[in-house]
């Protein structure tokens, strides 16, 4: 499956944002999907998880309340809203899939990144 995702930019602090993802290439809805982030000079770490049958959704501790991940199958798409953002939510973010999981934690597949920036 490719991946491709879209909608970072620049922000203020307390700004929300949406991050898009669009897979092709395969059968979306047999994918586990997930968001990872990697800021500068720290490791990729994972963000948010939805499940392949859109079931159950998992978040890092850091952004639970205020980010929110969901699917549409239809579109071959995954989001991901992002509310209340702070300065150290400022990463890369990136898309990633795992066939068939209900948590993606160590993704088959990657997108490339998007930038996100949080001005304090």
């Known amino acids: 499956v490719q991946l491709q995702a879209s909608g970072g930019g620049l922000v203020q602090t307390g700004d929300s944002l949406t991050l898009s993802c669009a897979a092709s290439?395969?059968?979306?809805?047999?994918?586990?999907m997930g968001w990872f982030r990697q800021a500068p000079g720290n490791e990729r770490e994972f963000v948010a998880s939805?499940?392949?049958?859109?079931?159950?959704?998992y978040y890092a501790d850091s952004v639970k309340g205020r980010f929110t991940i969901s699917r549409d199958n239809a579109k071959n798409m995954v989001y991901l809203r992002m509310n209340s953002l702070k300065p150290e939510d400022t990463a890369v973010y990136y898309c990633a899939a795992d066939r068939y999981r209900d948590y993606v934690s160590s993704p088959q597949y990657w997108g490339q990144g998007t930038q996100v920036t949080v001005s304090s």
């Open positions: 290439g395969d059968t979306f809805s047999n994918y586990g």
């Open positions: 939805i499940s392949w049958g859109g079931g159950n959704t």
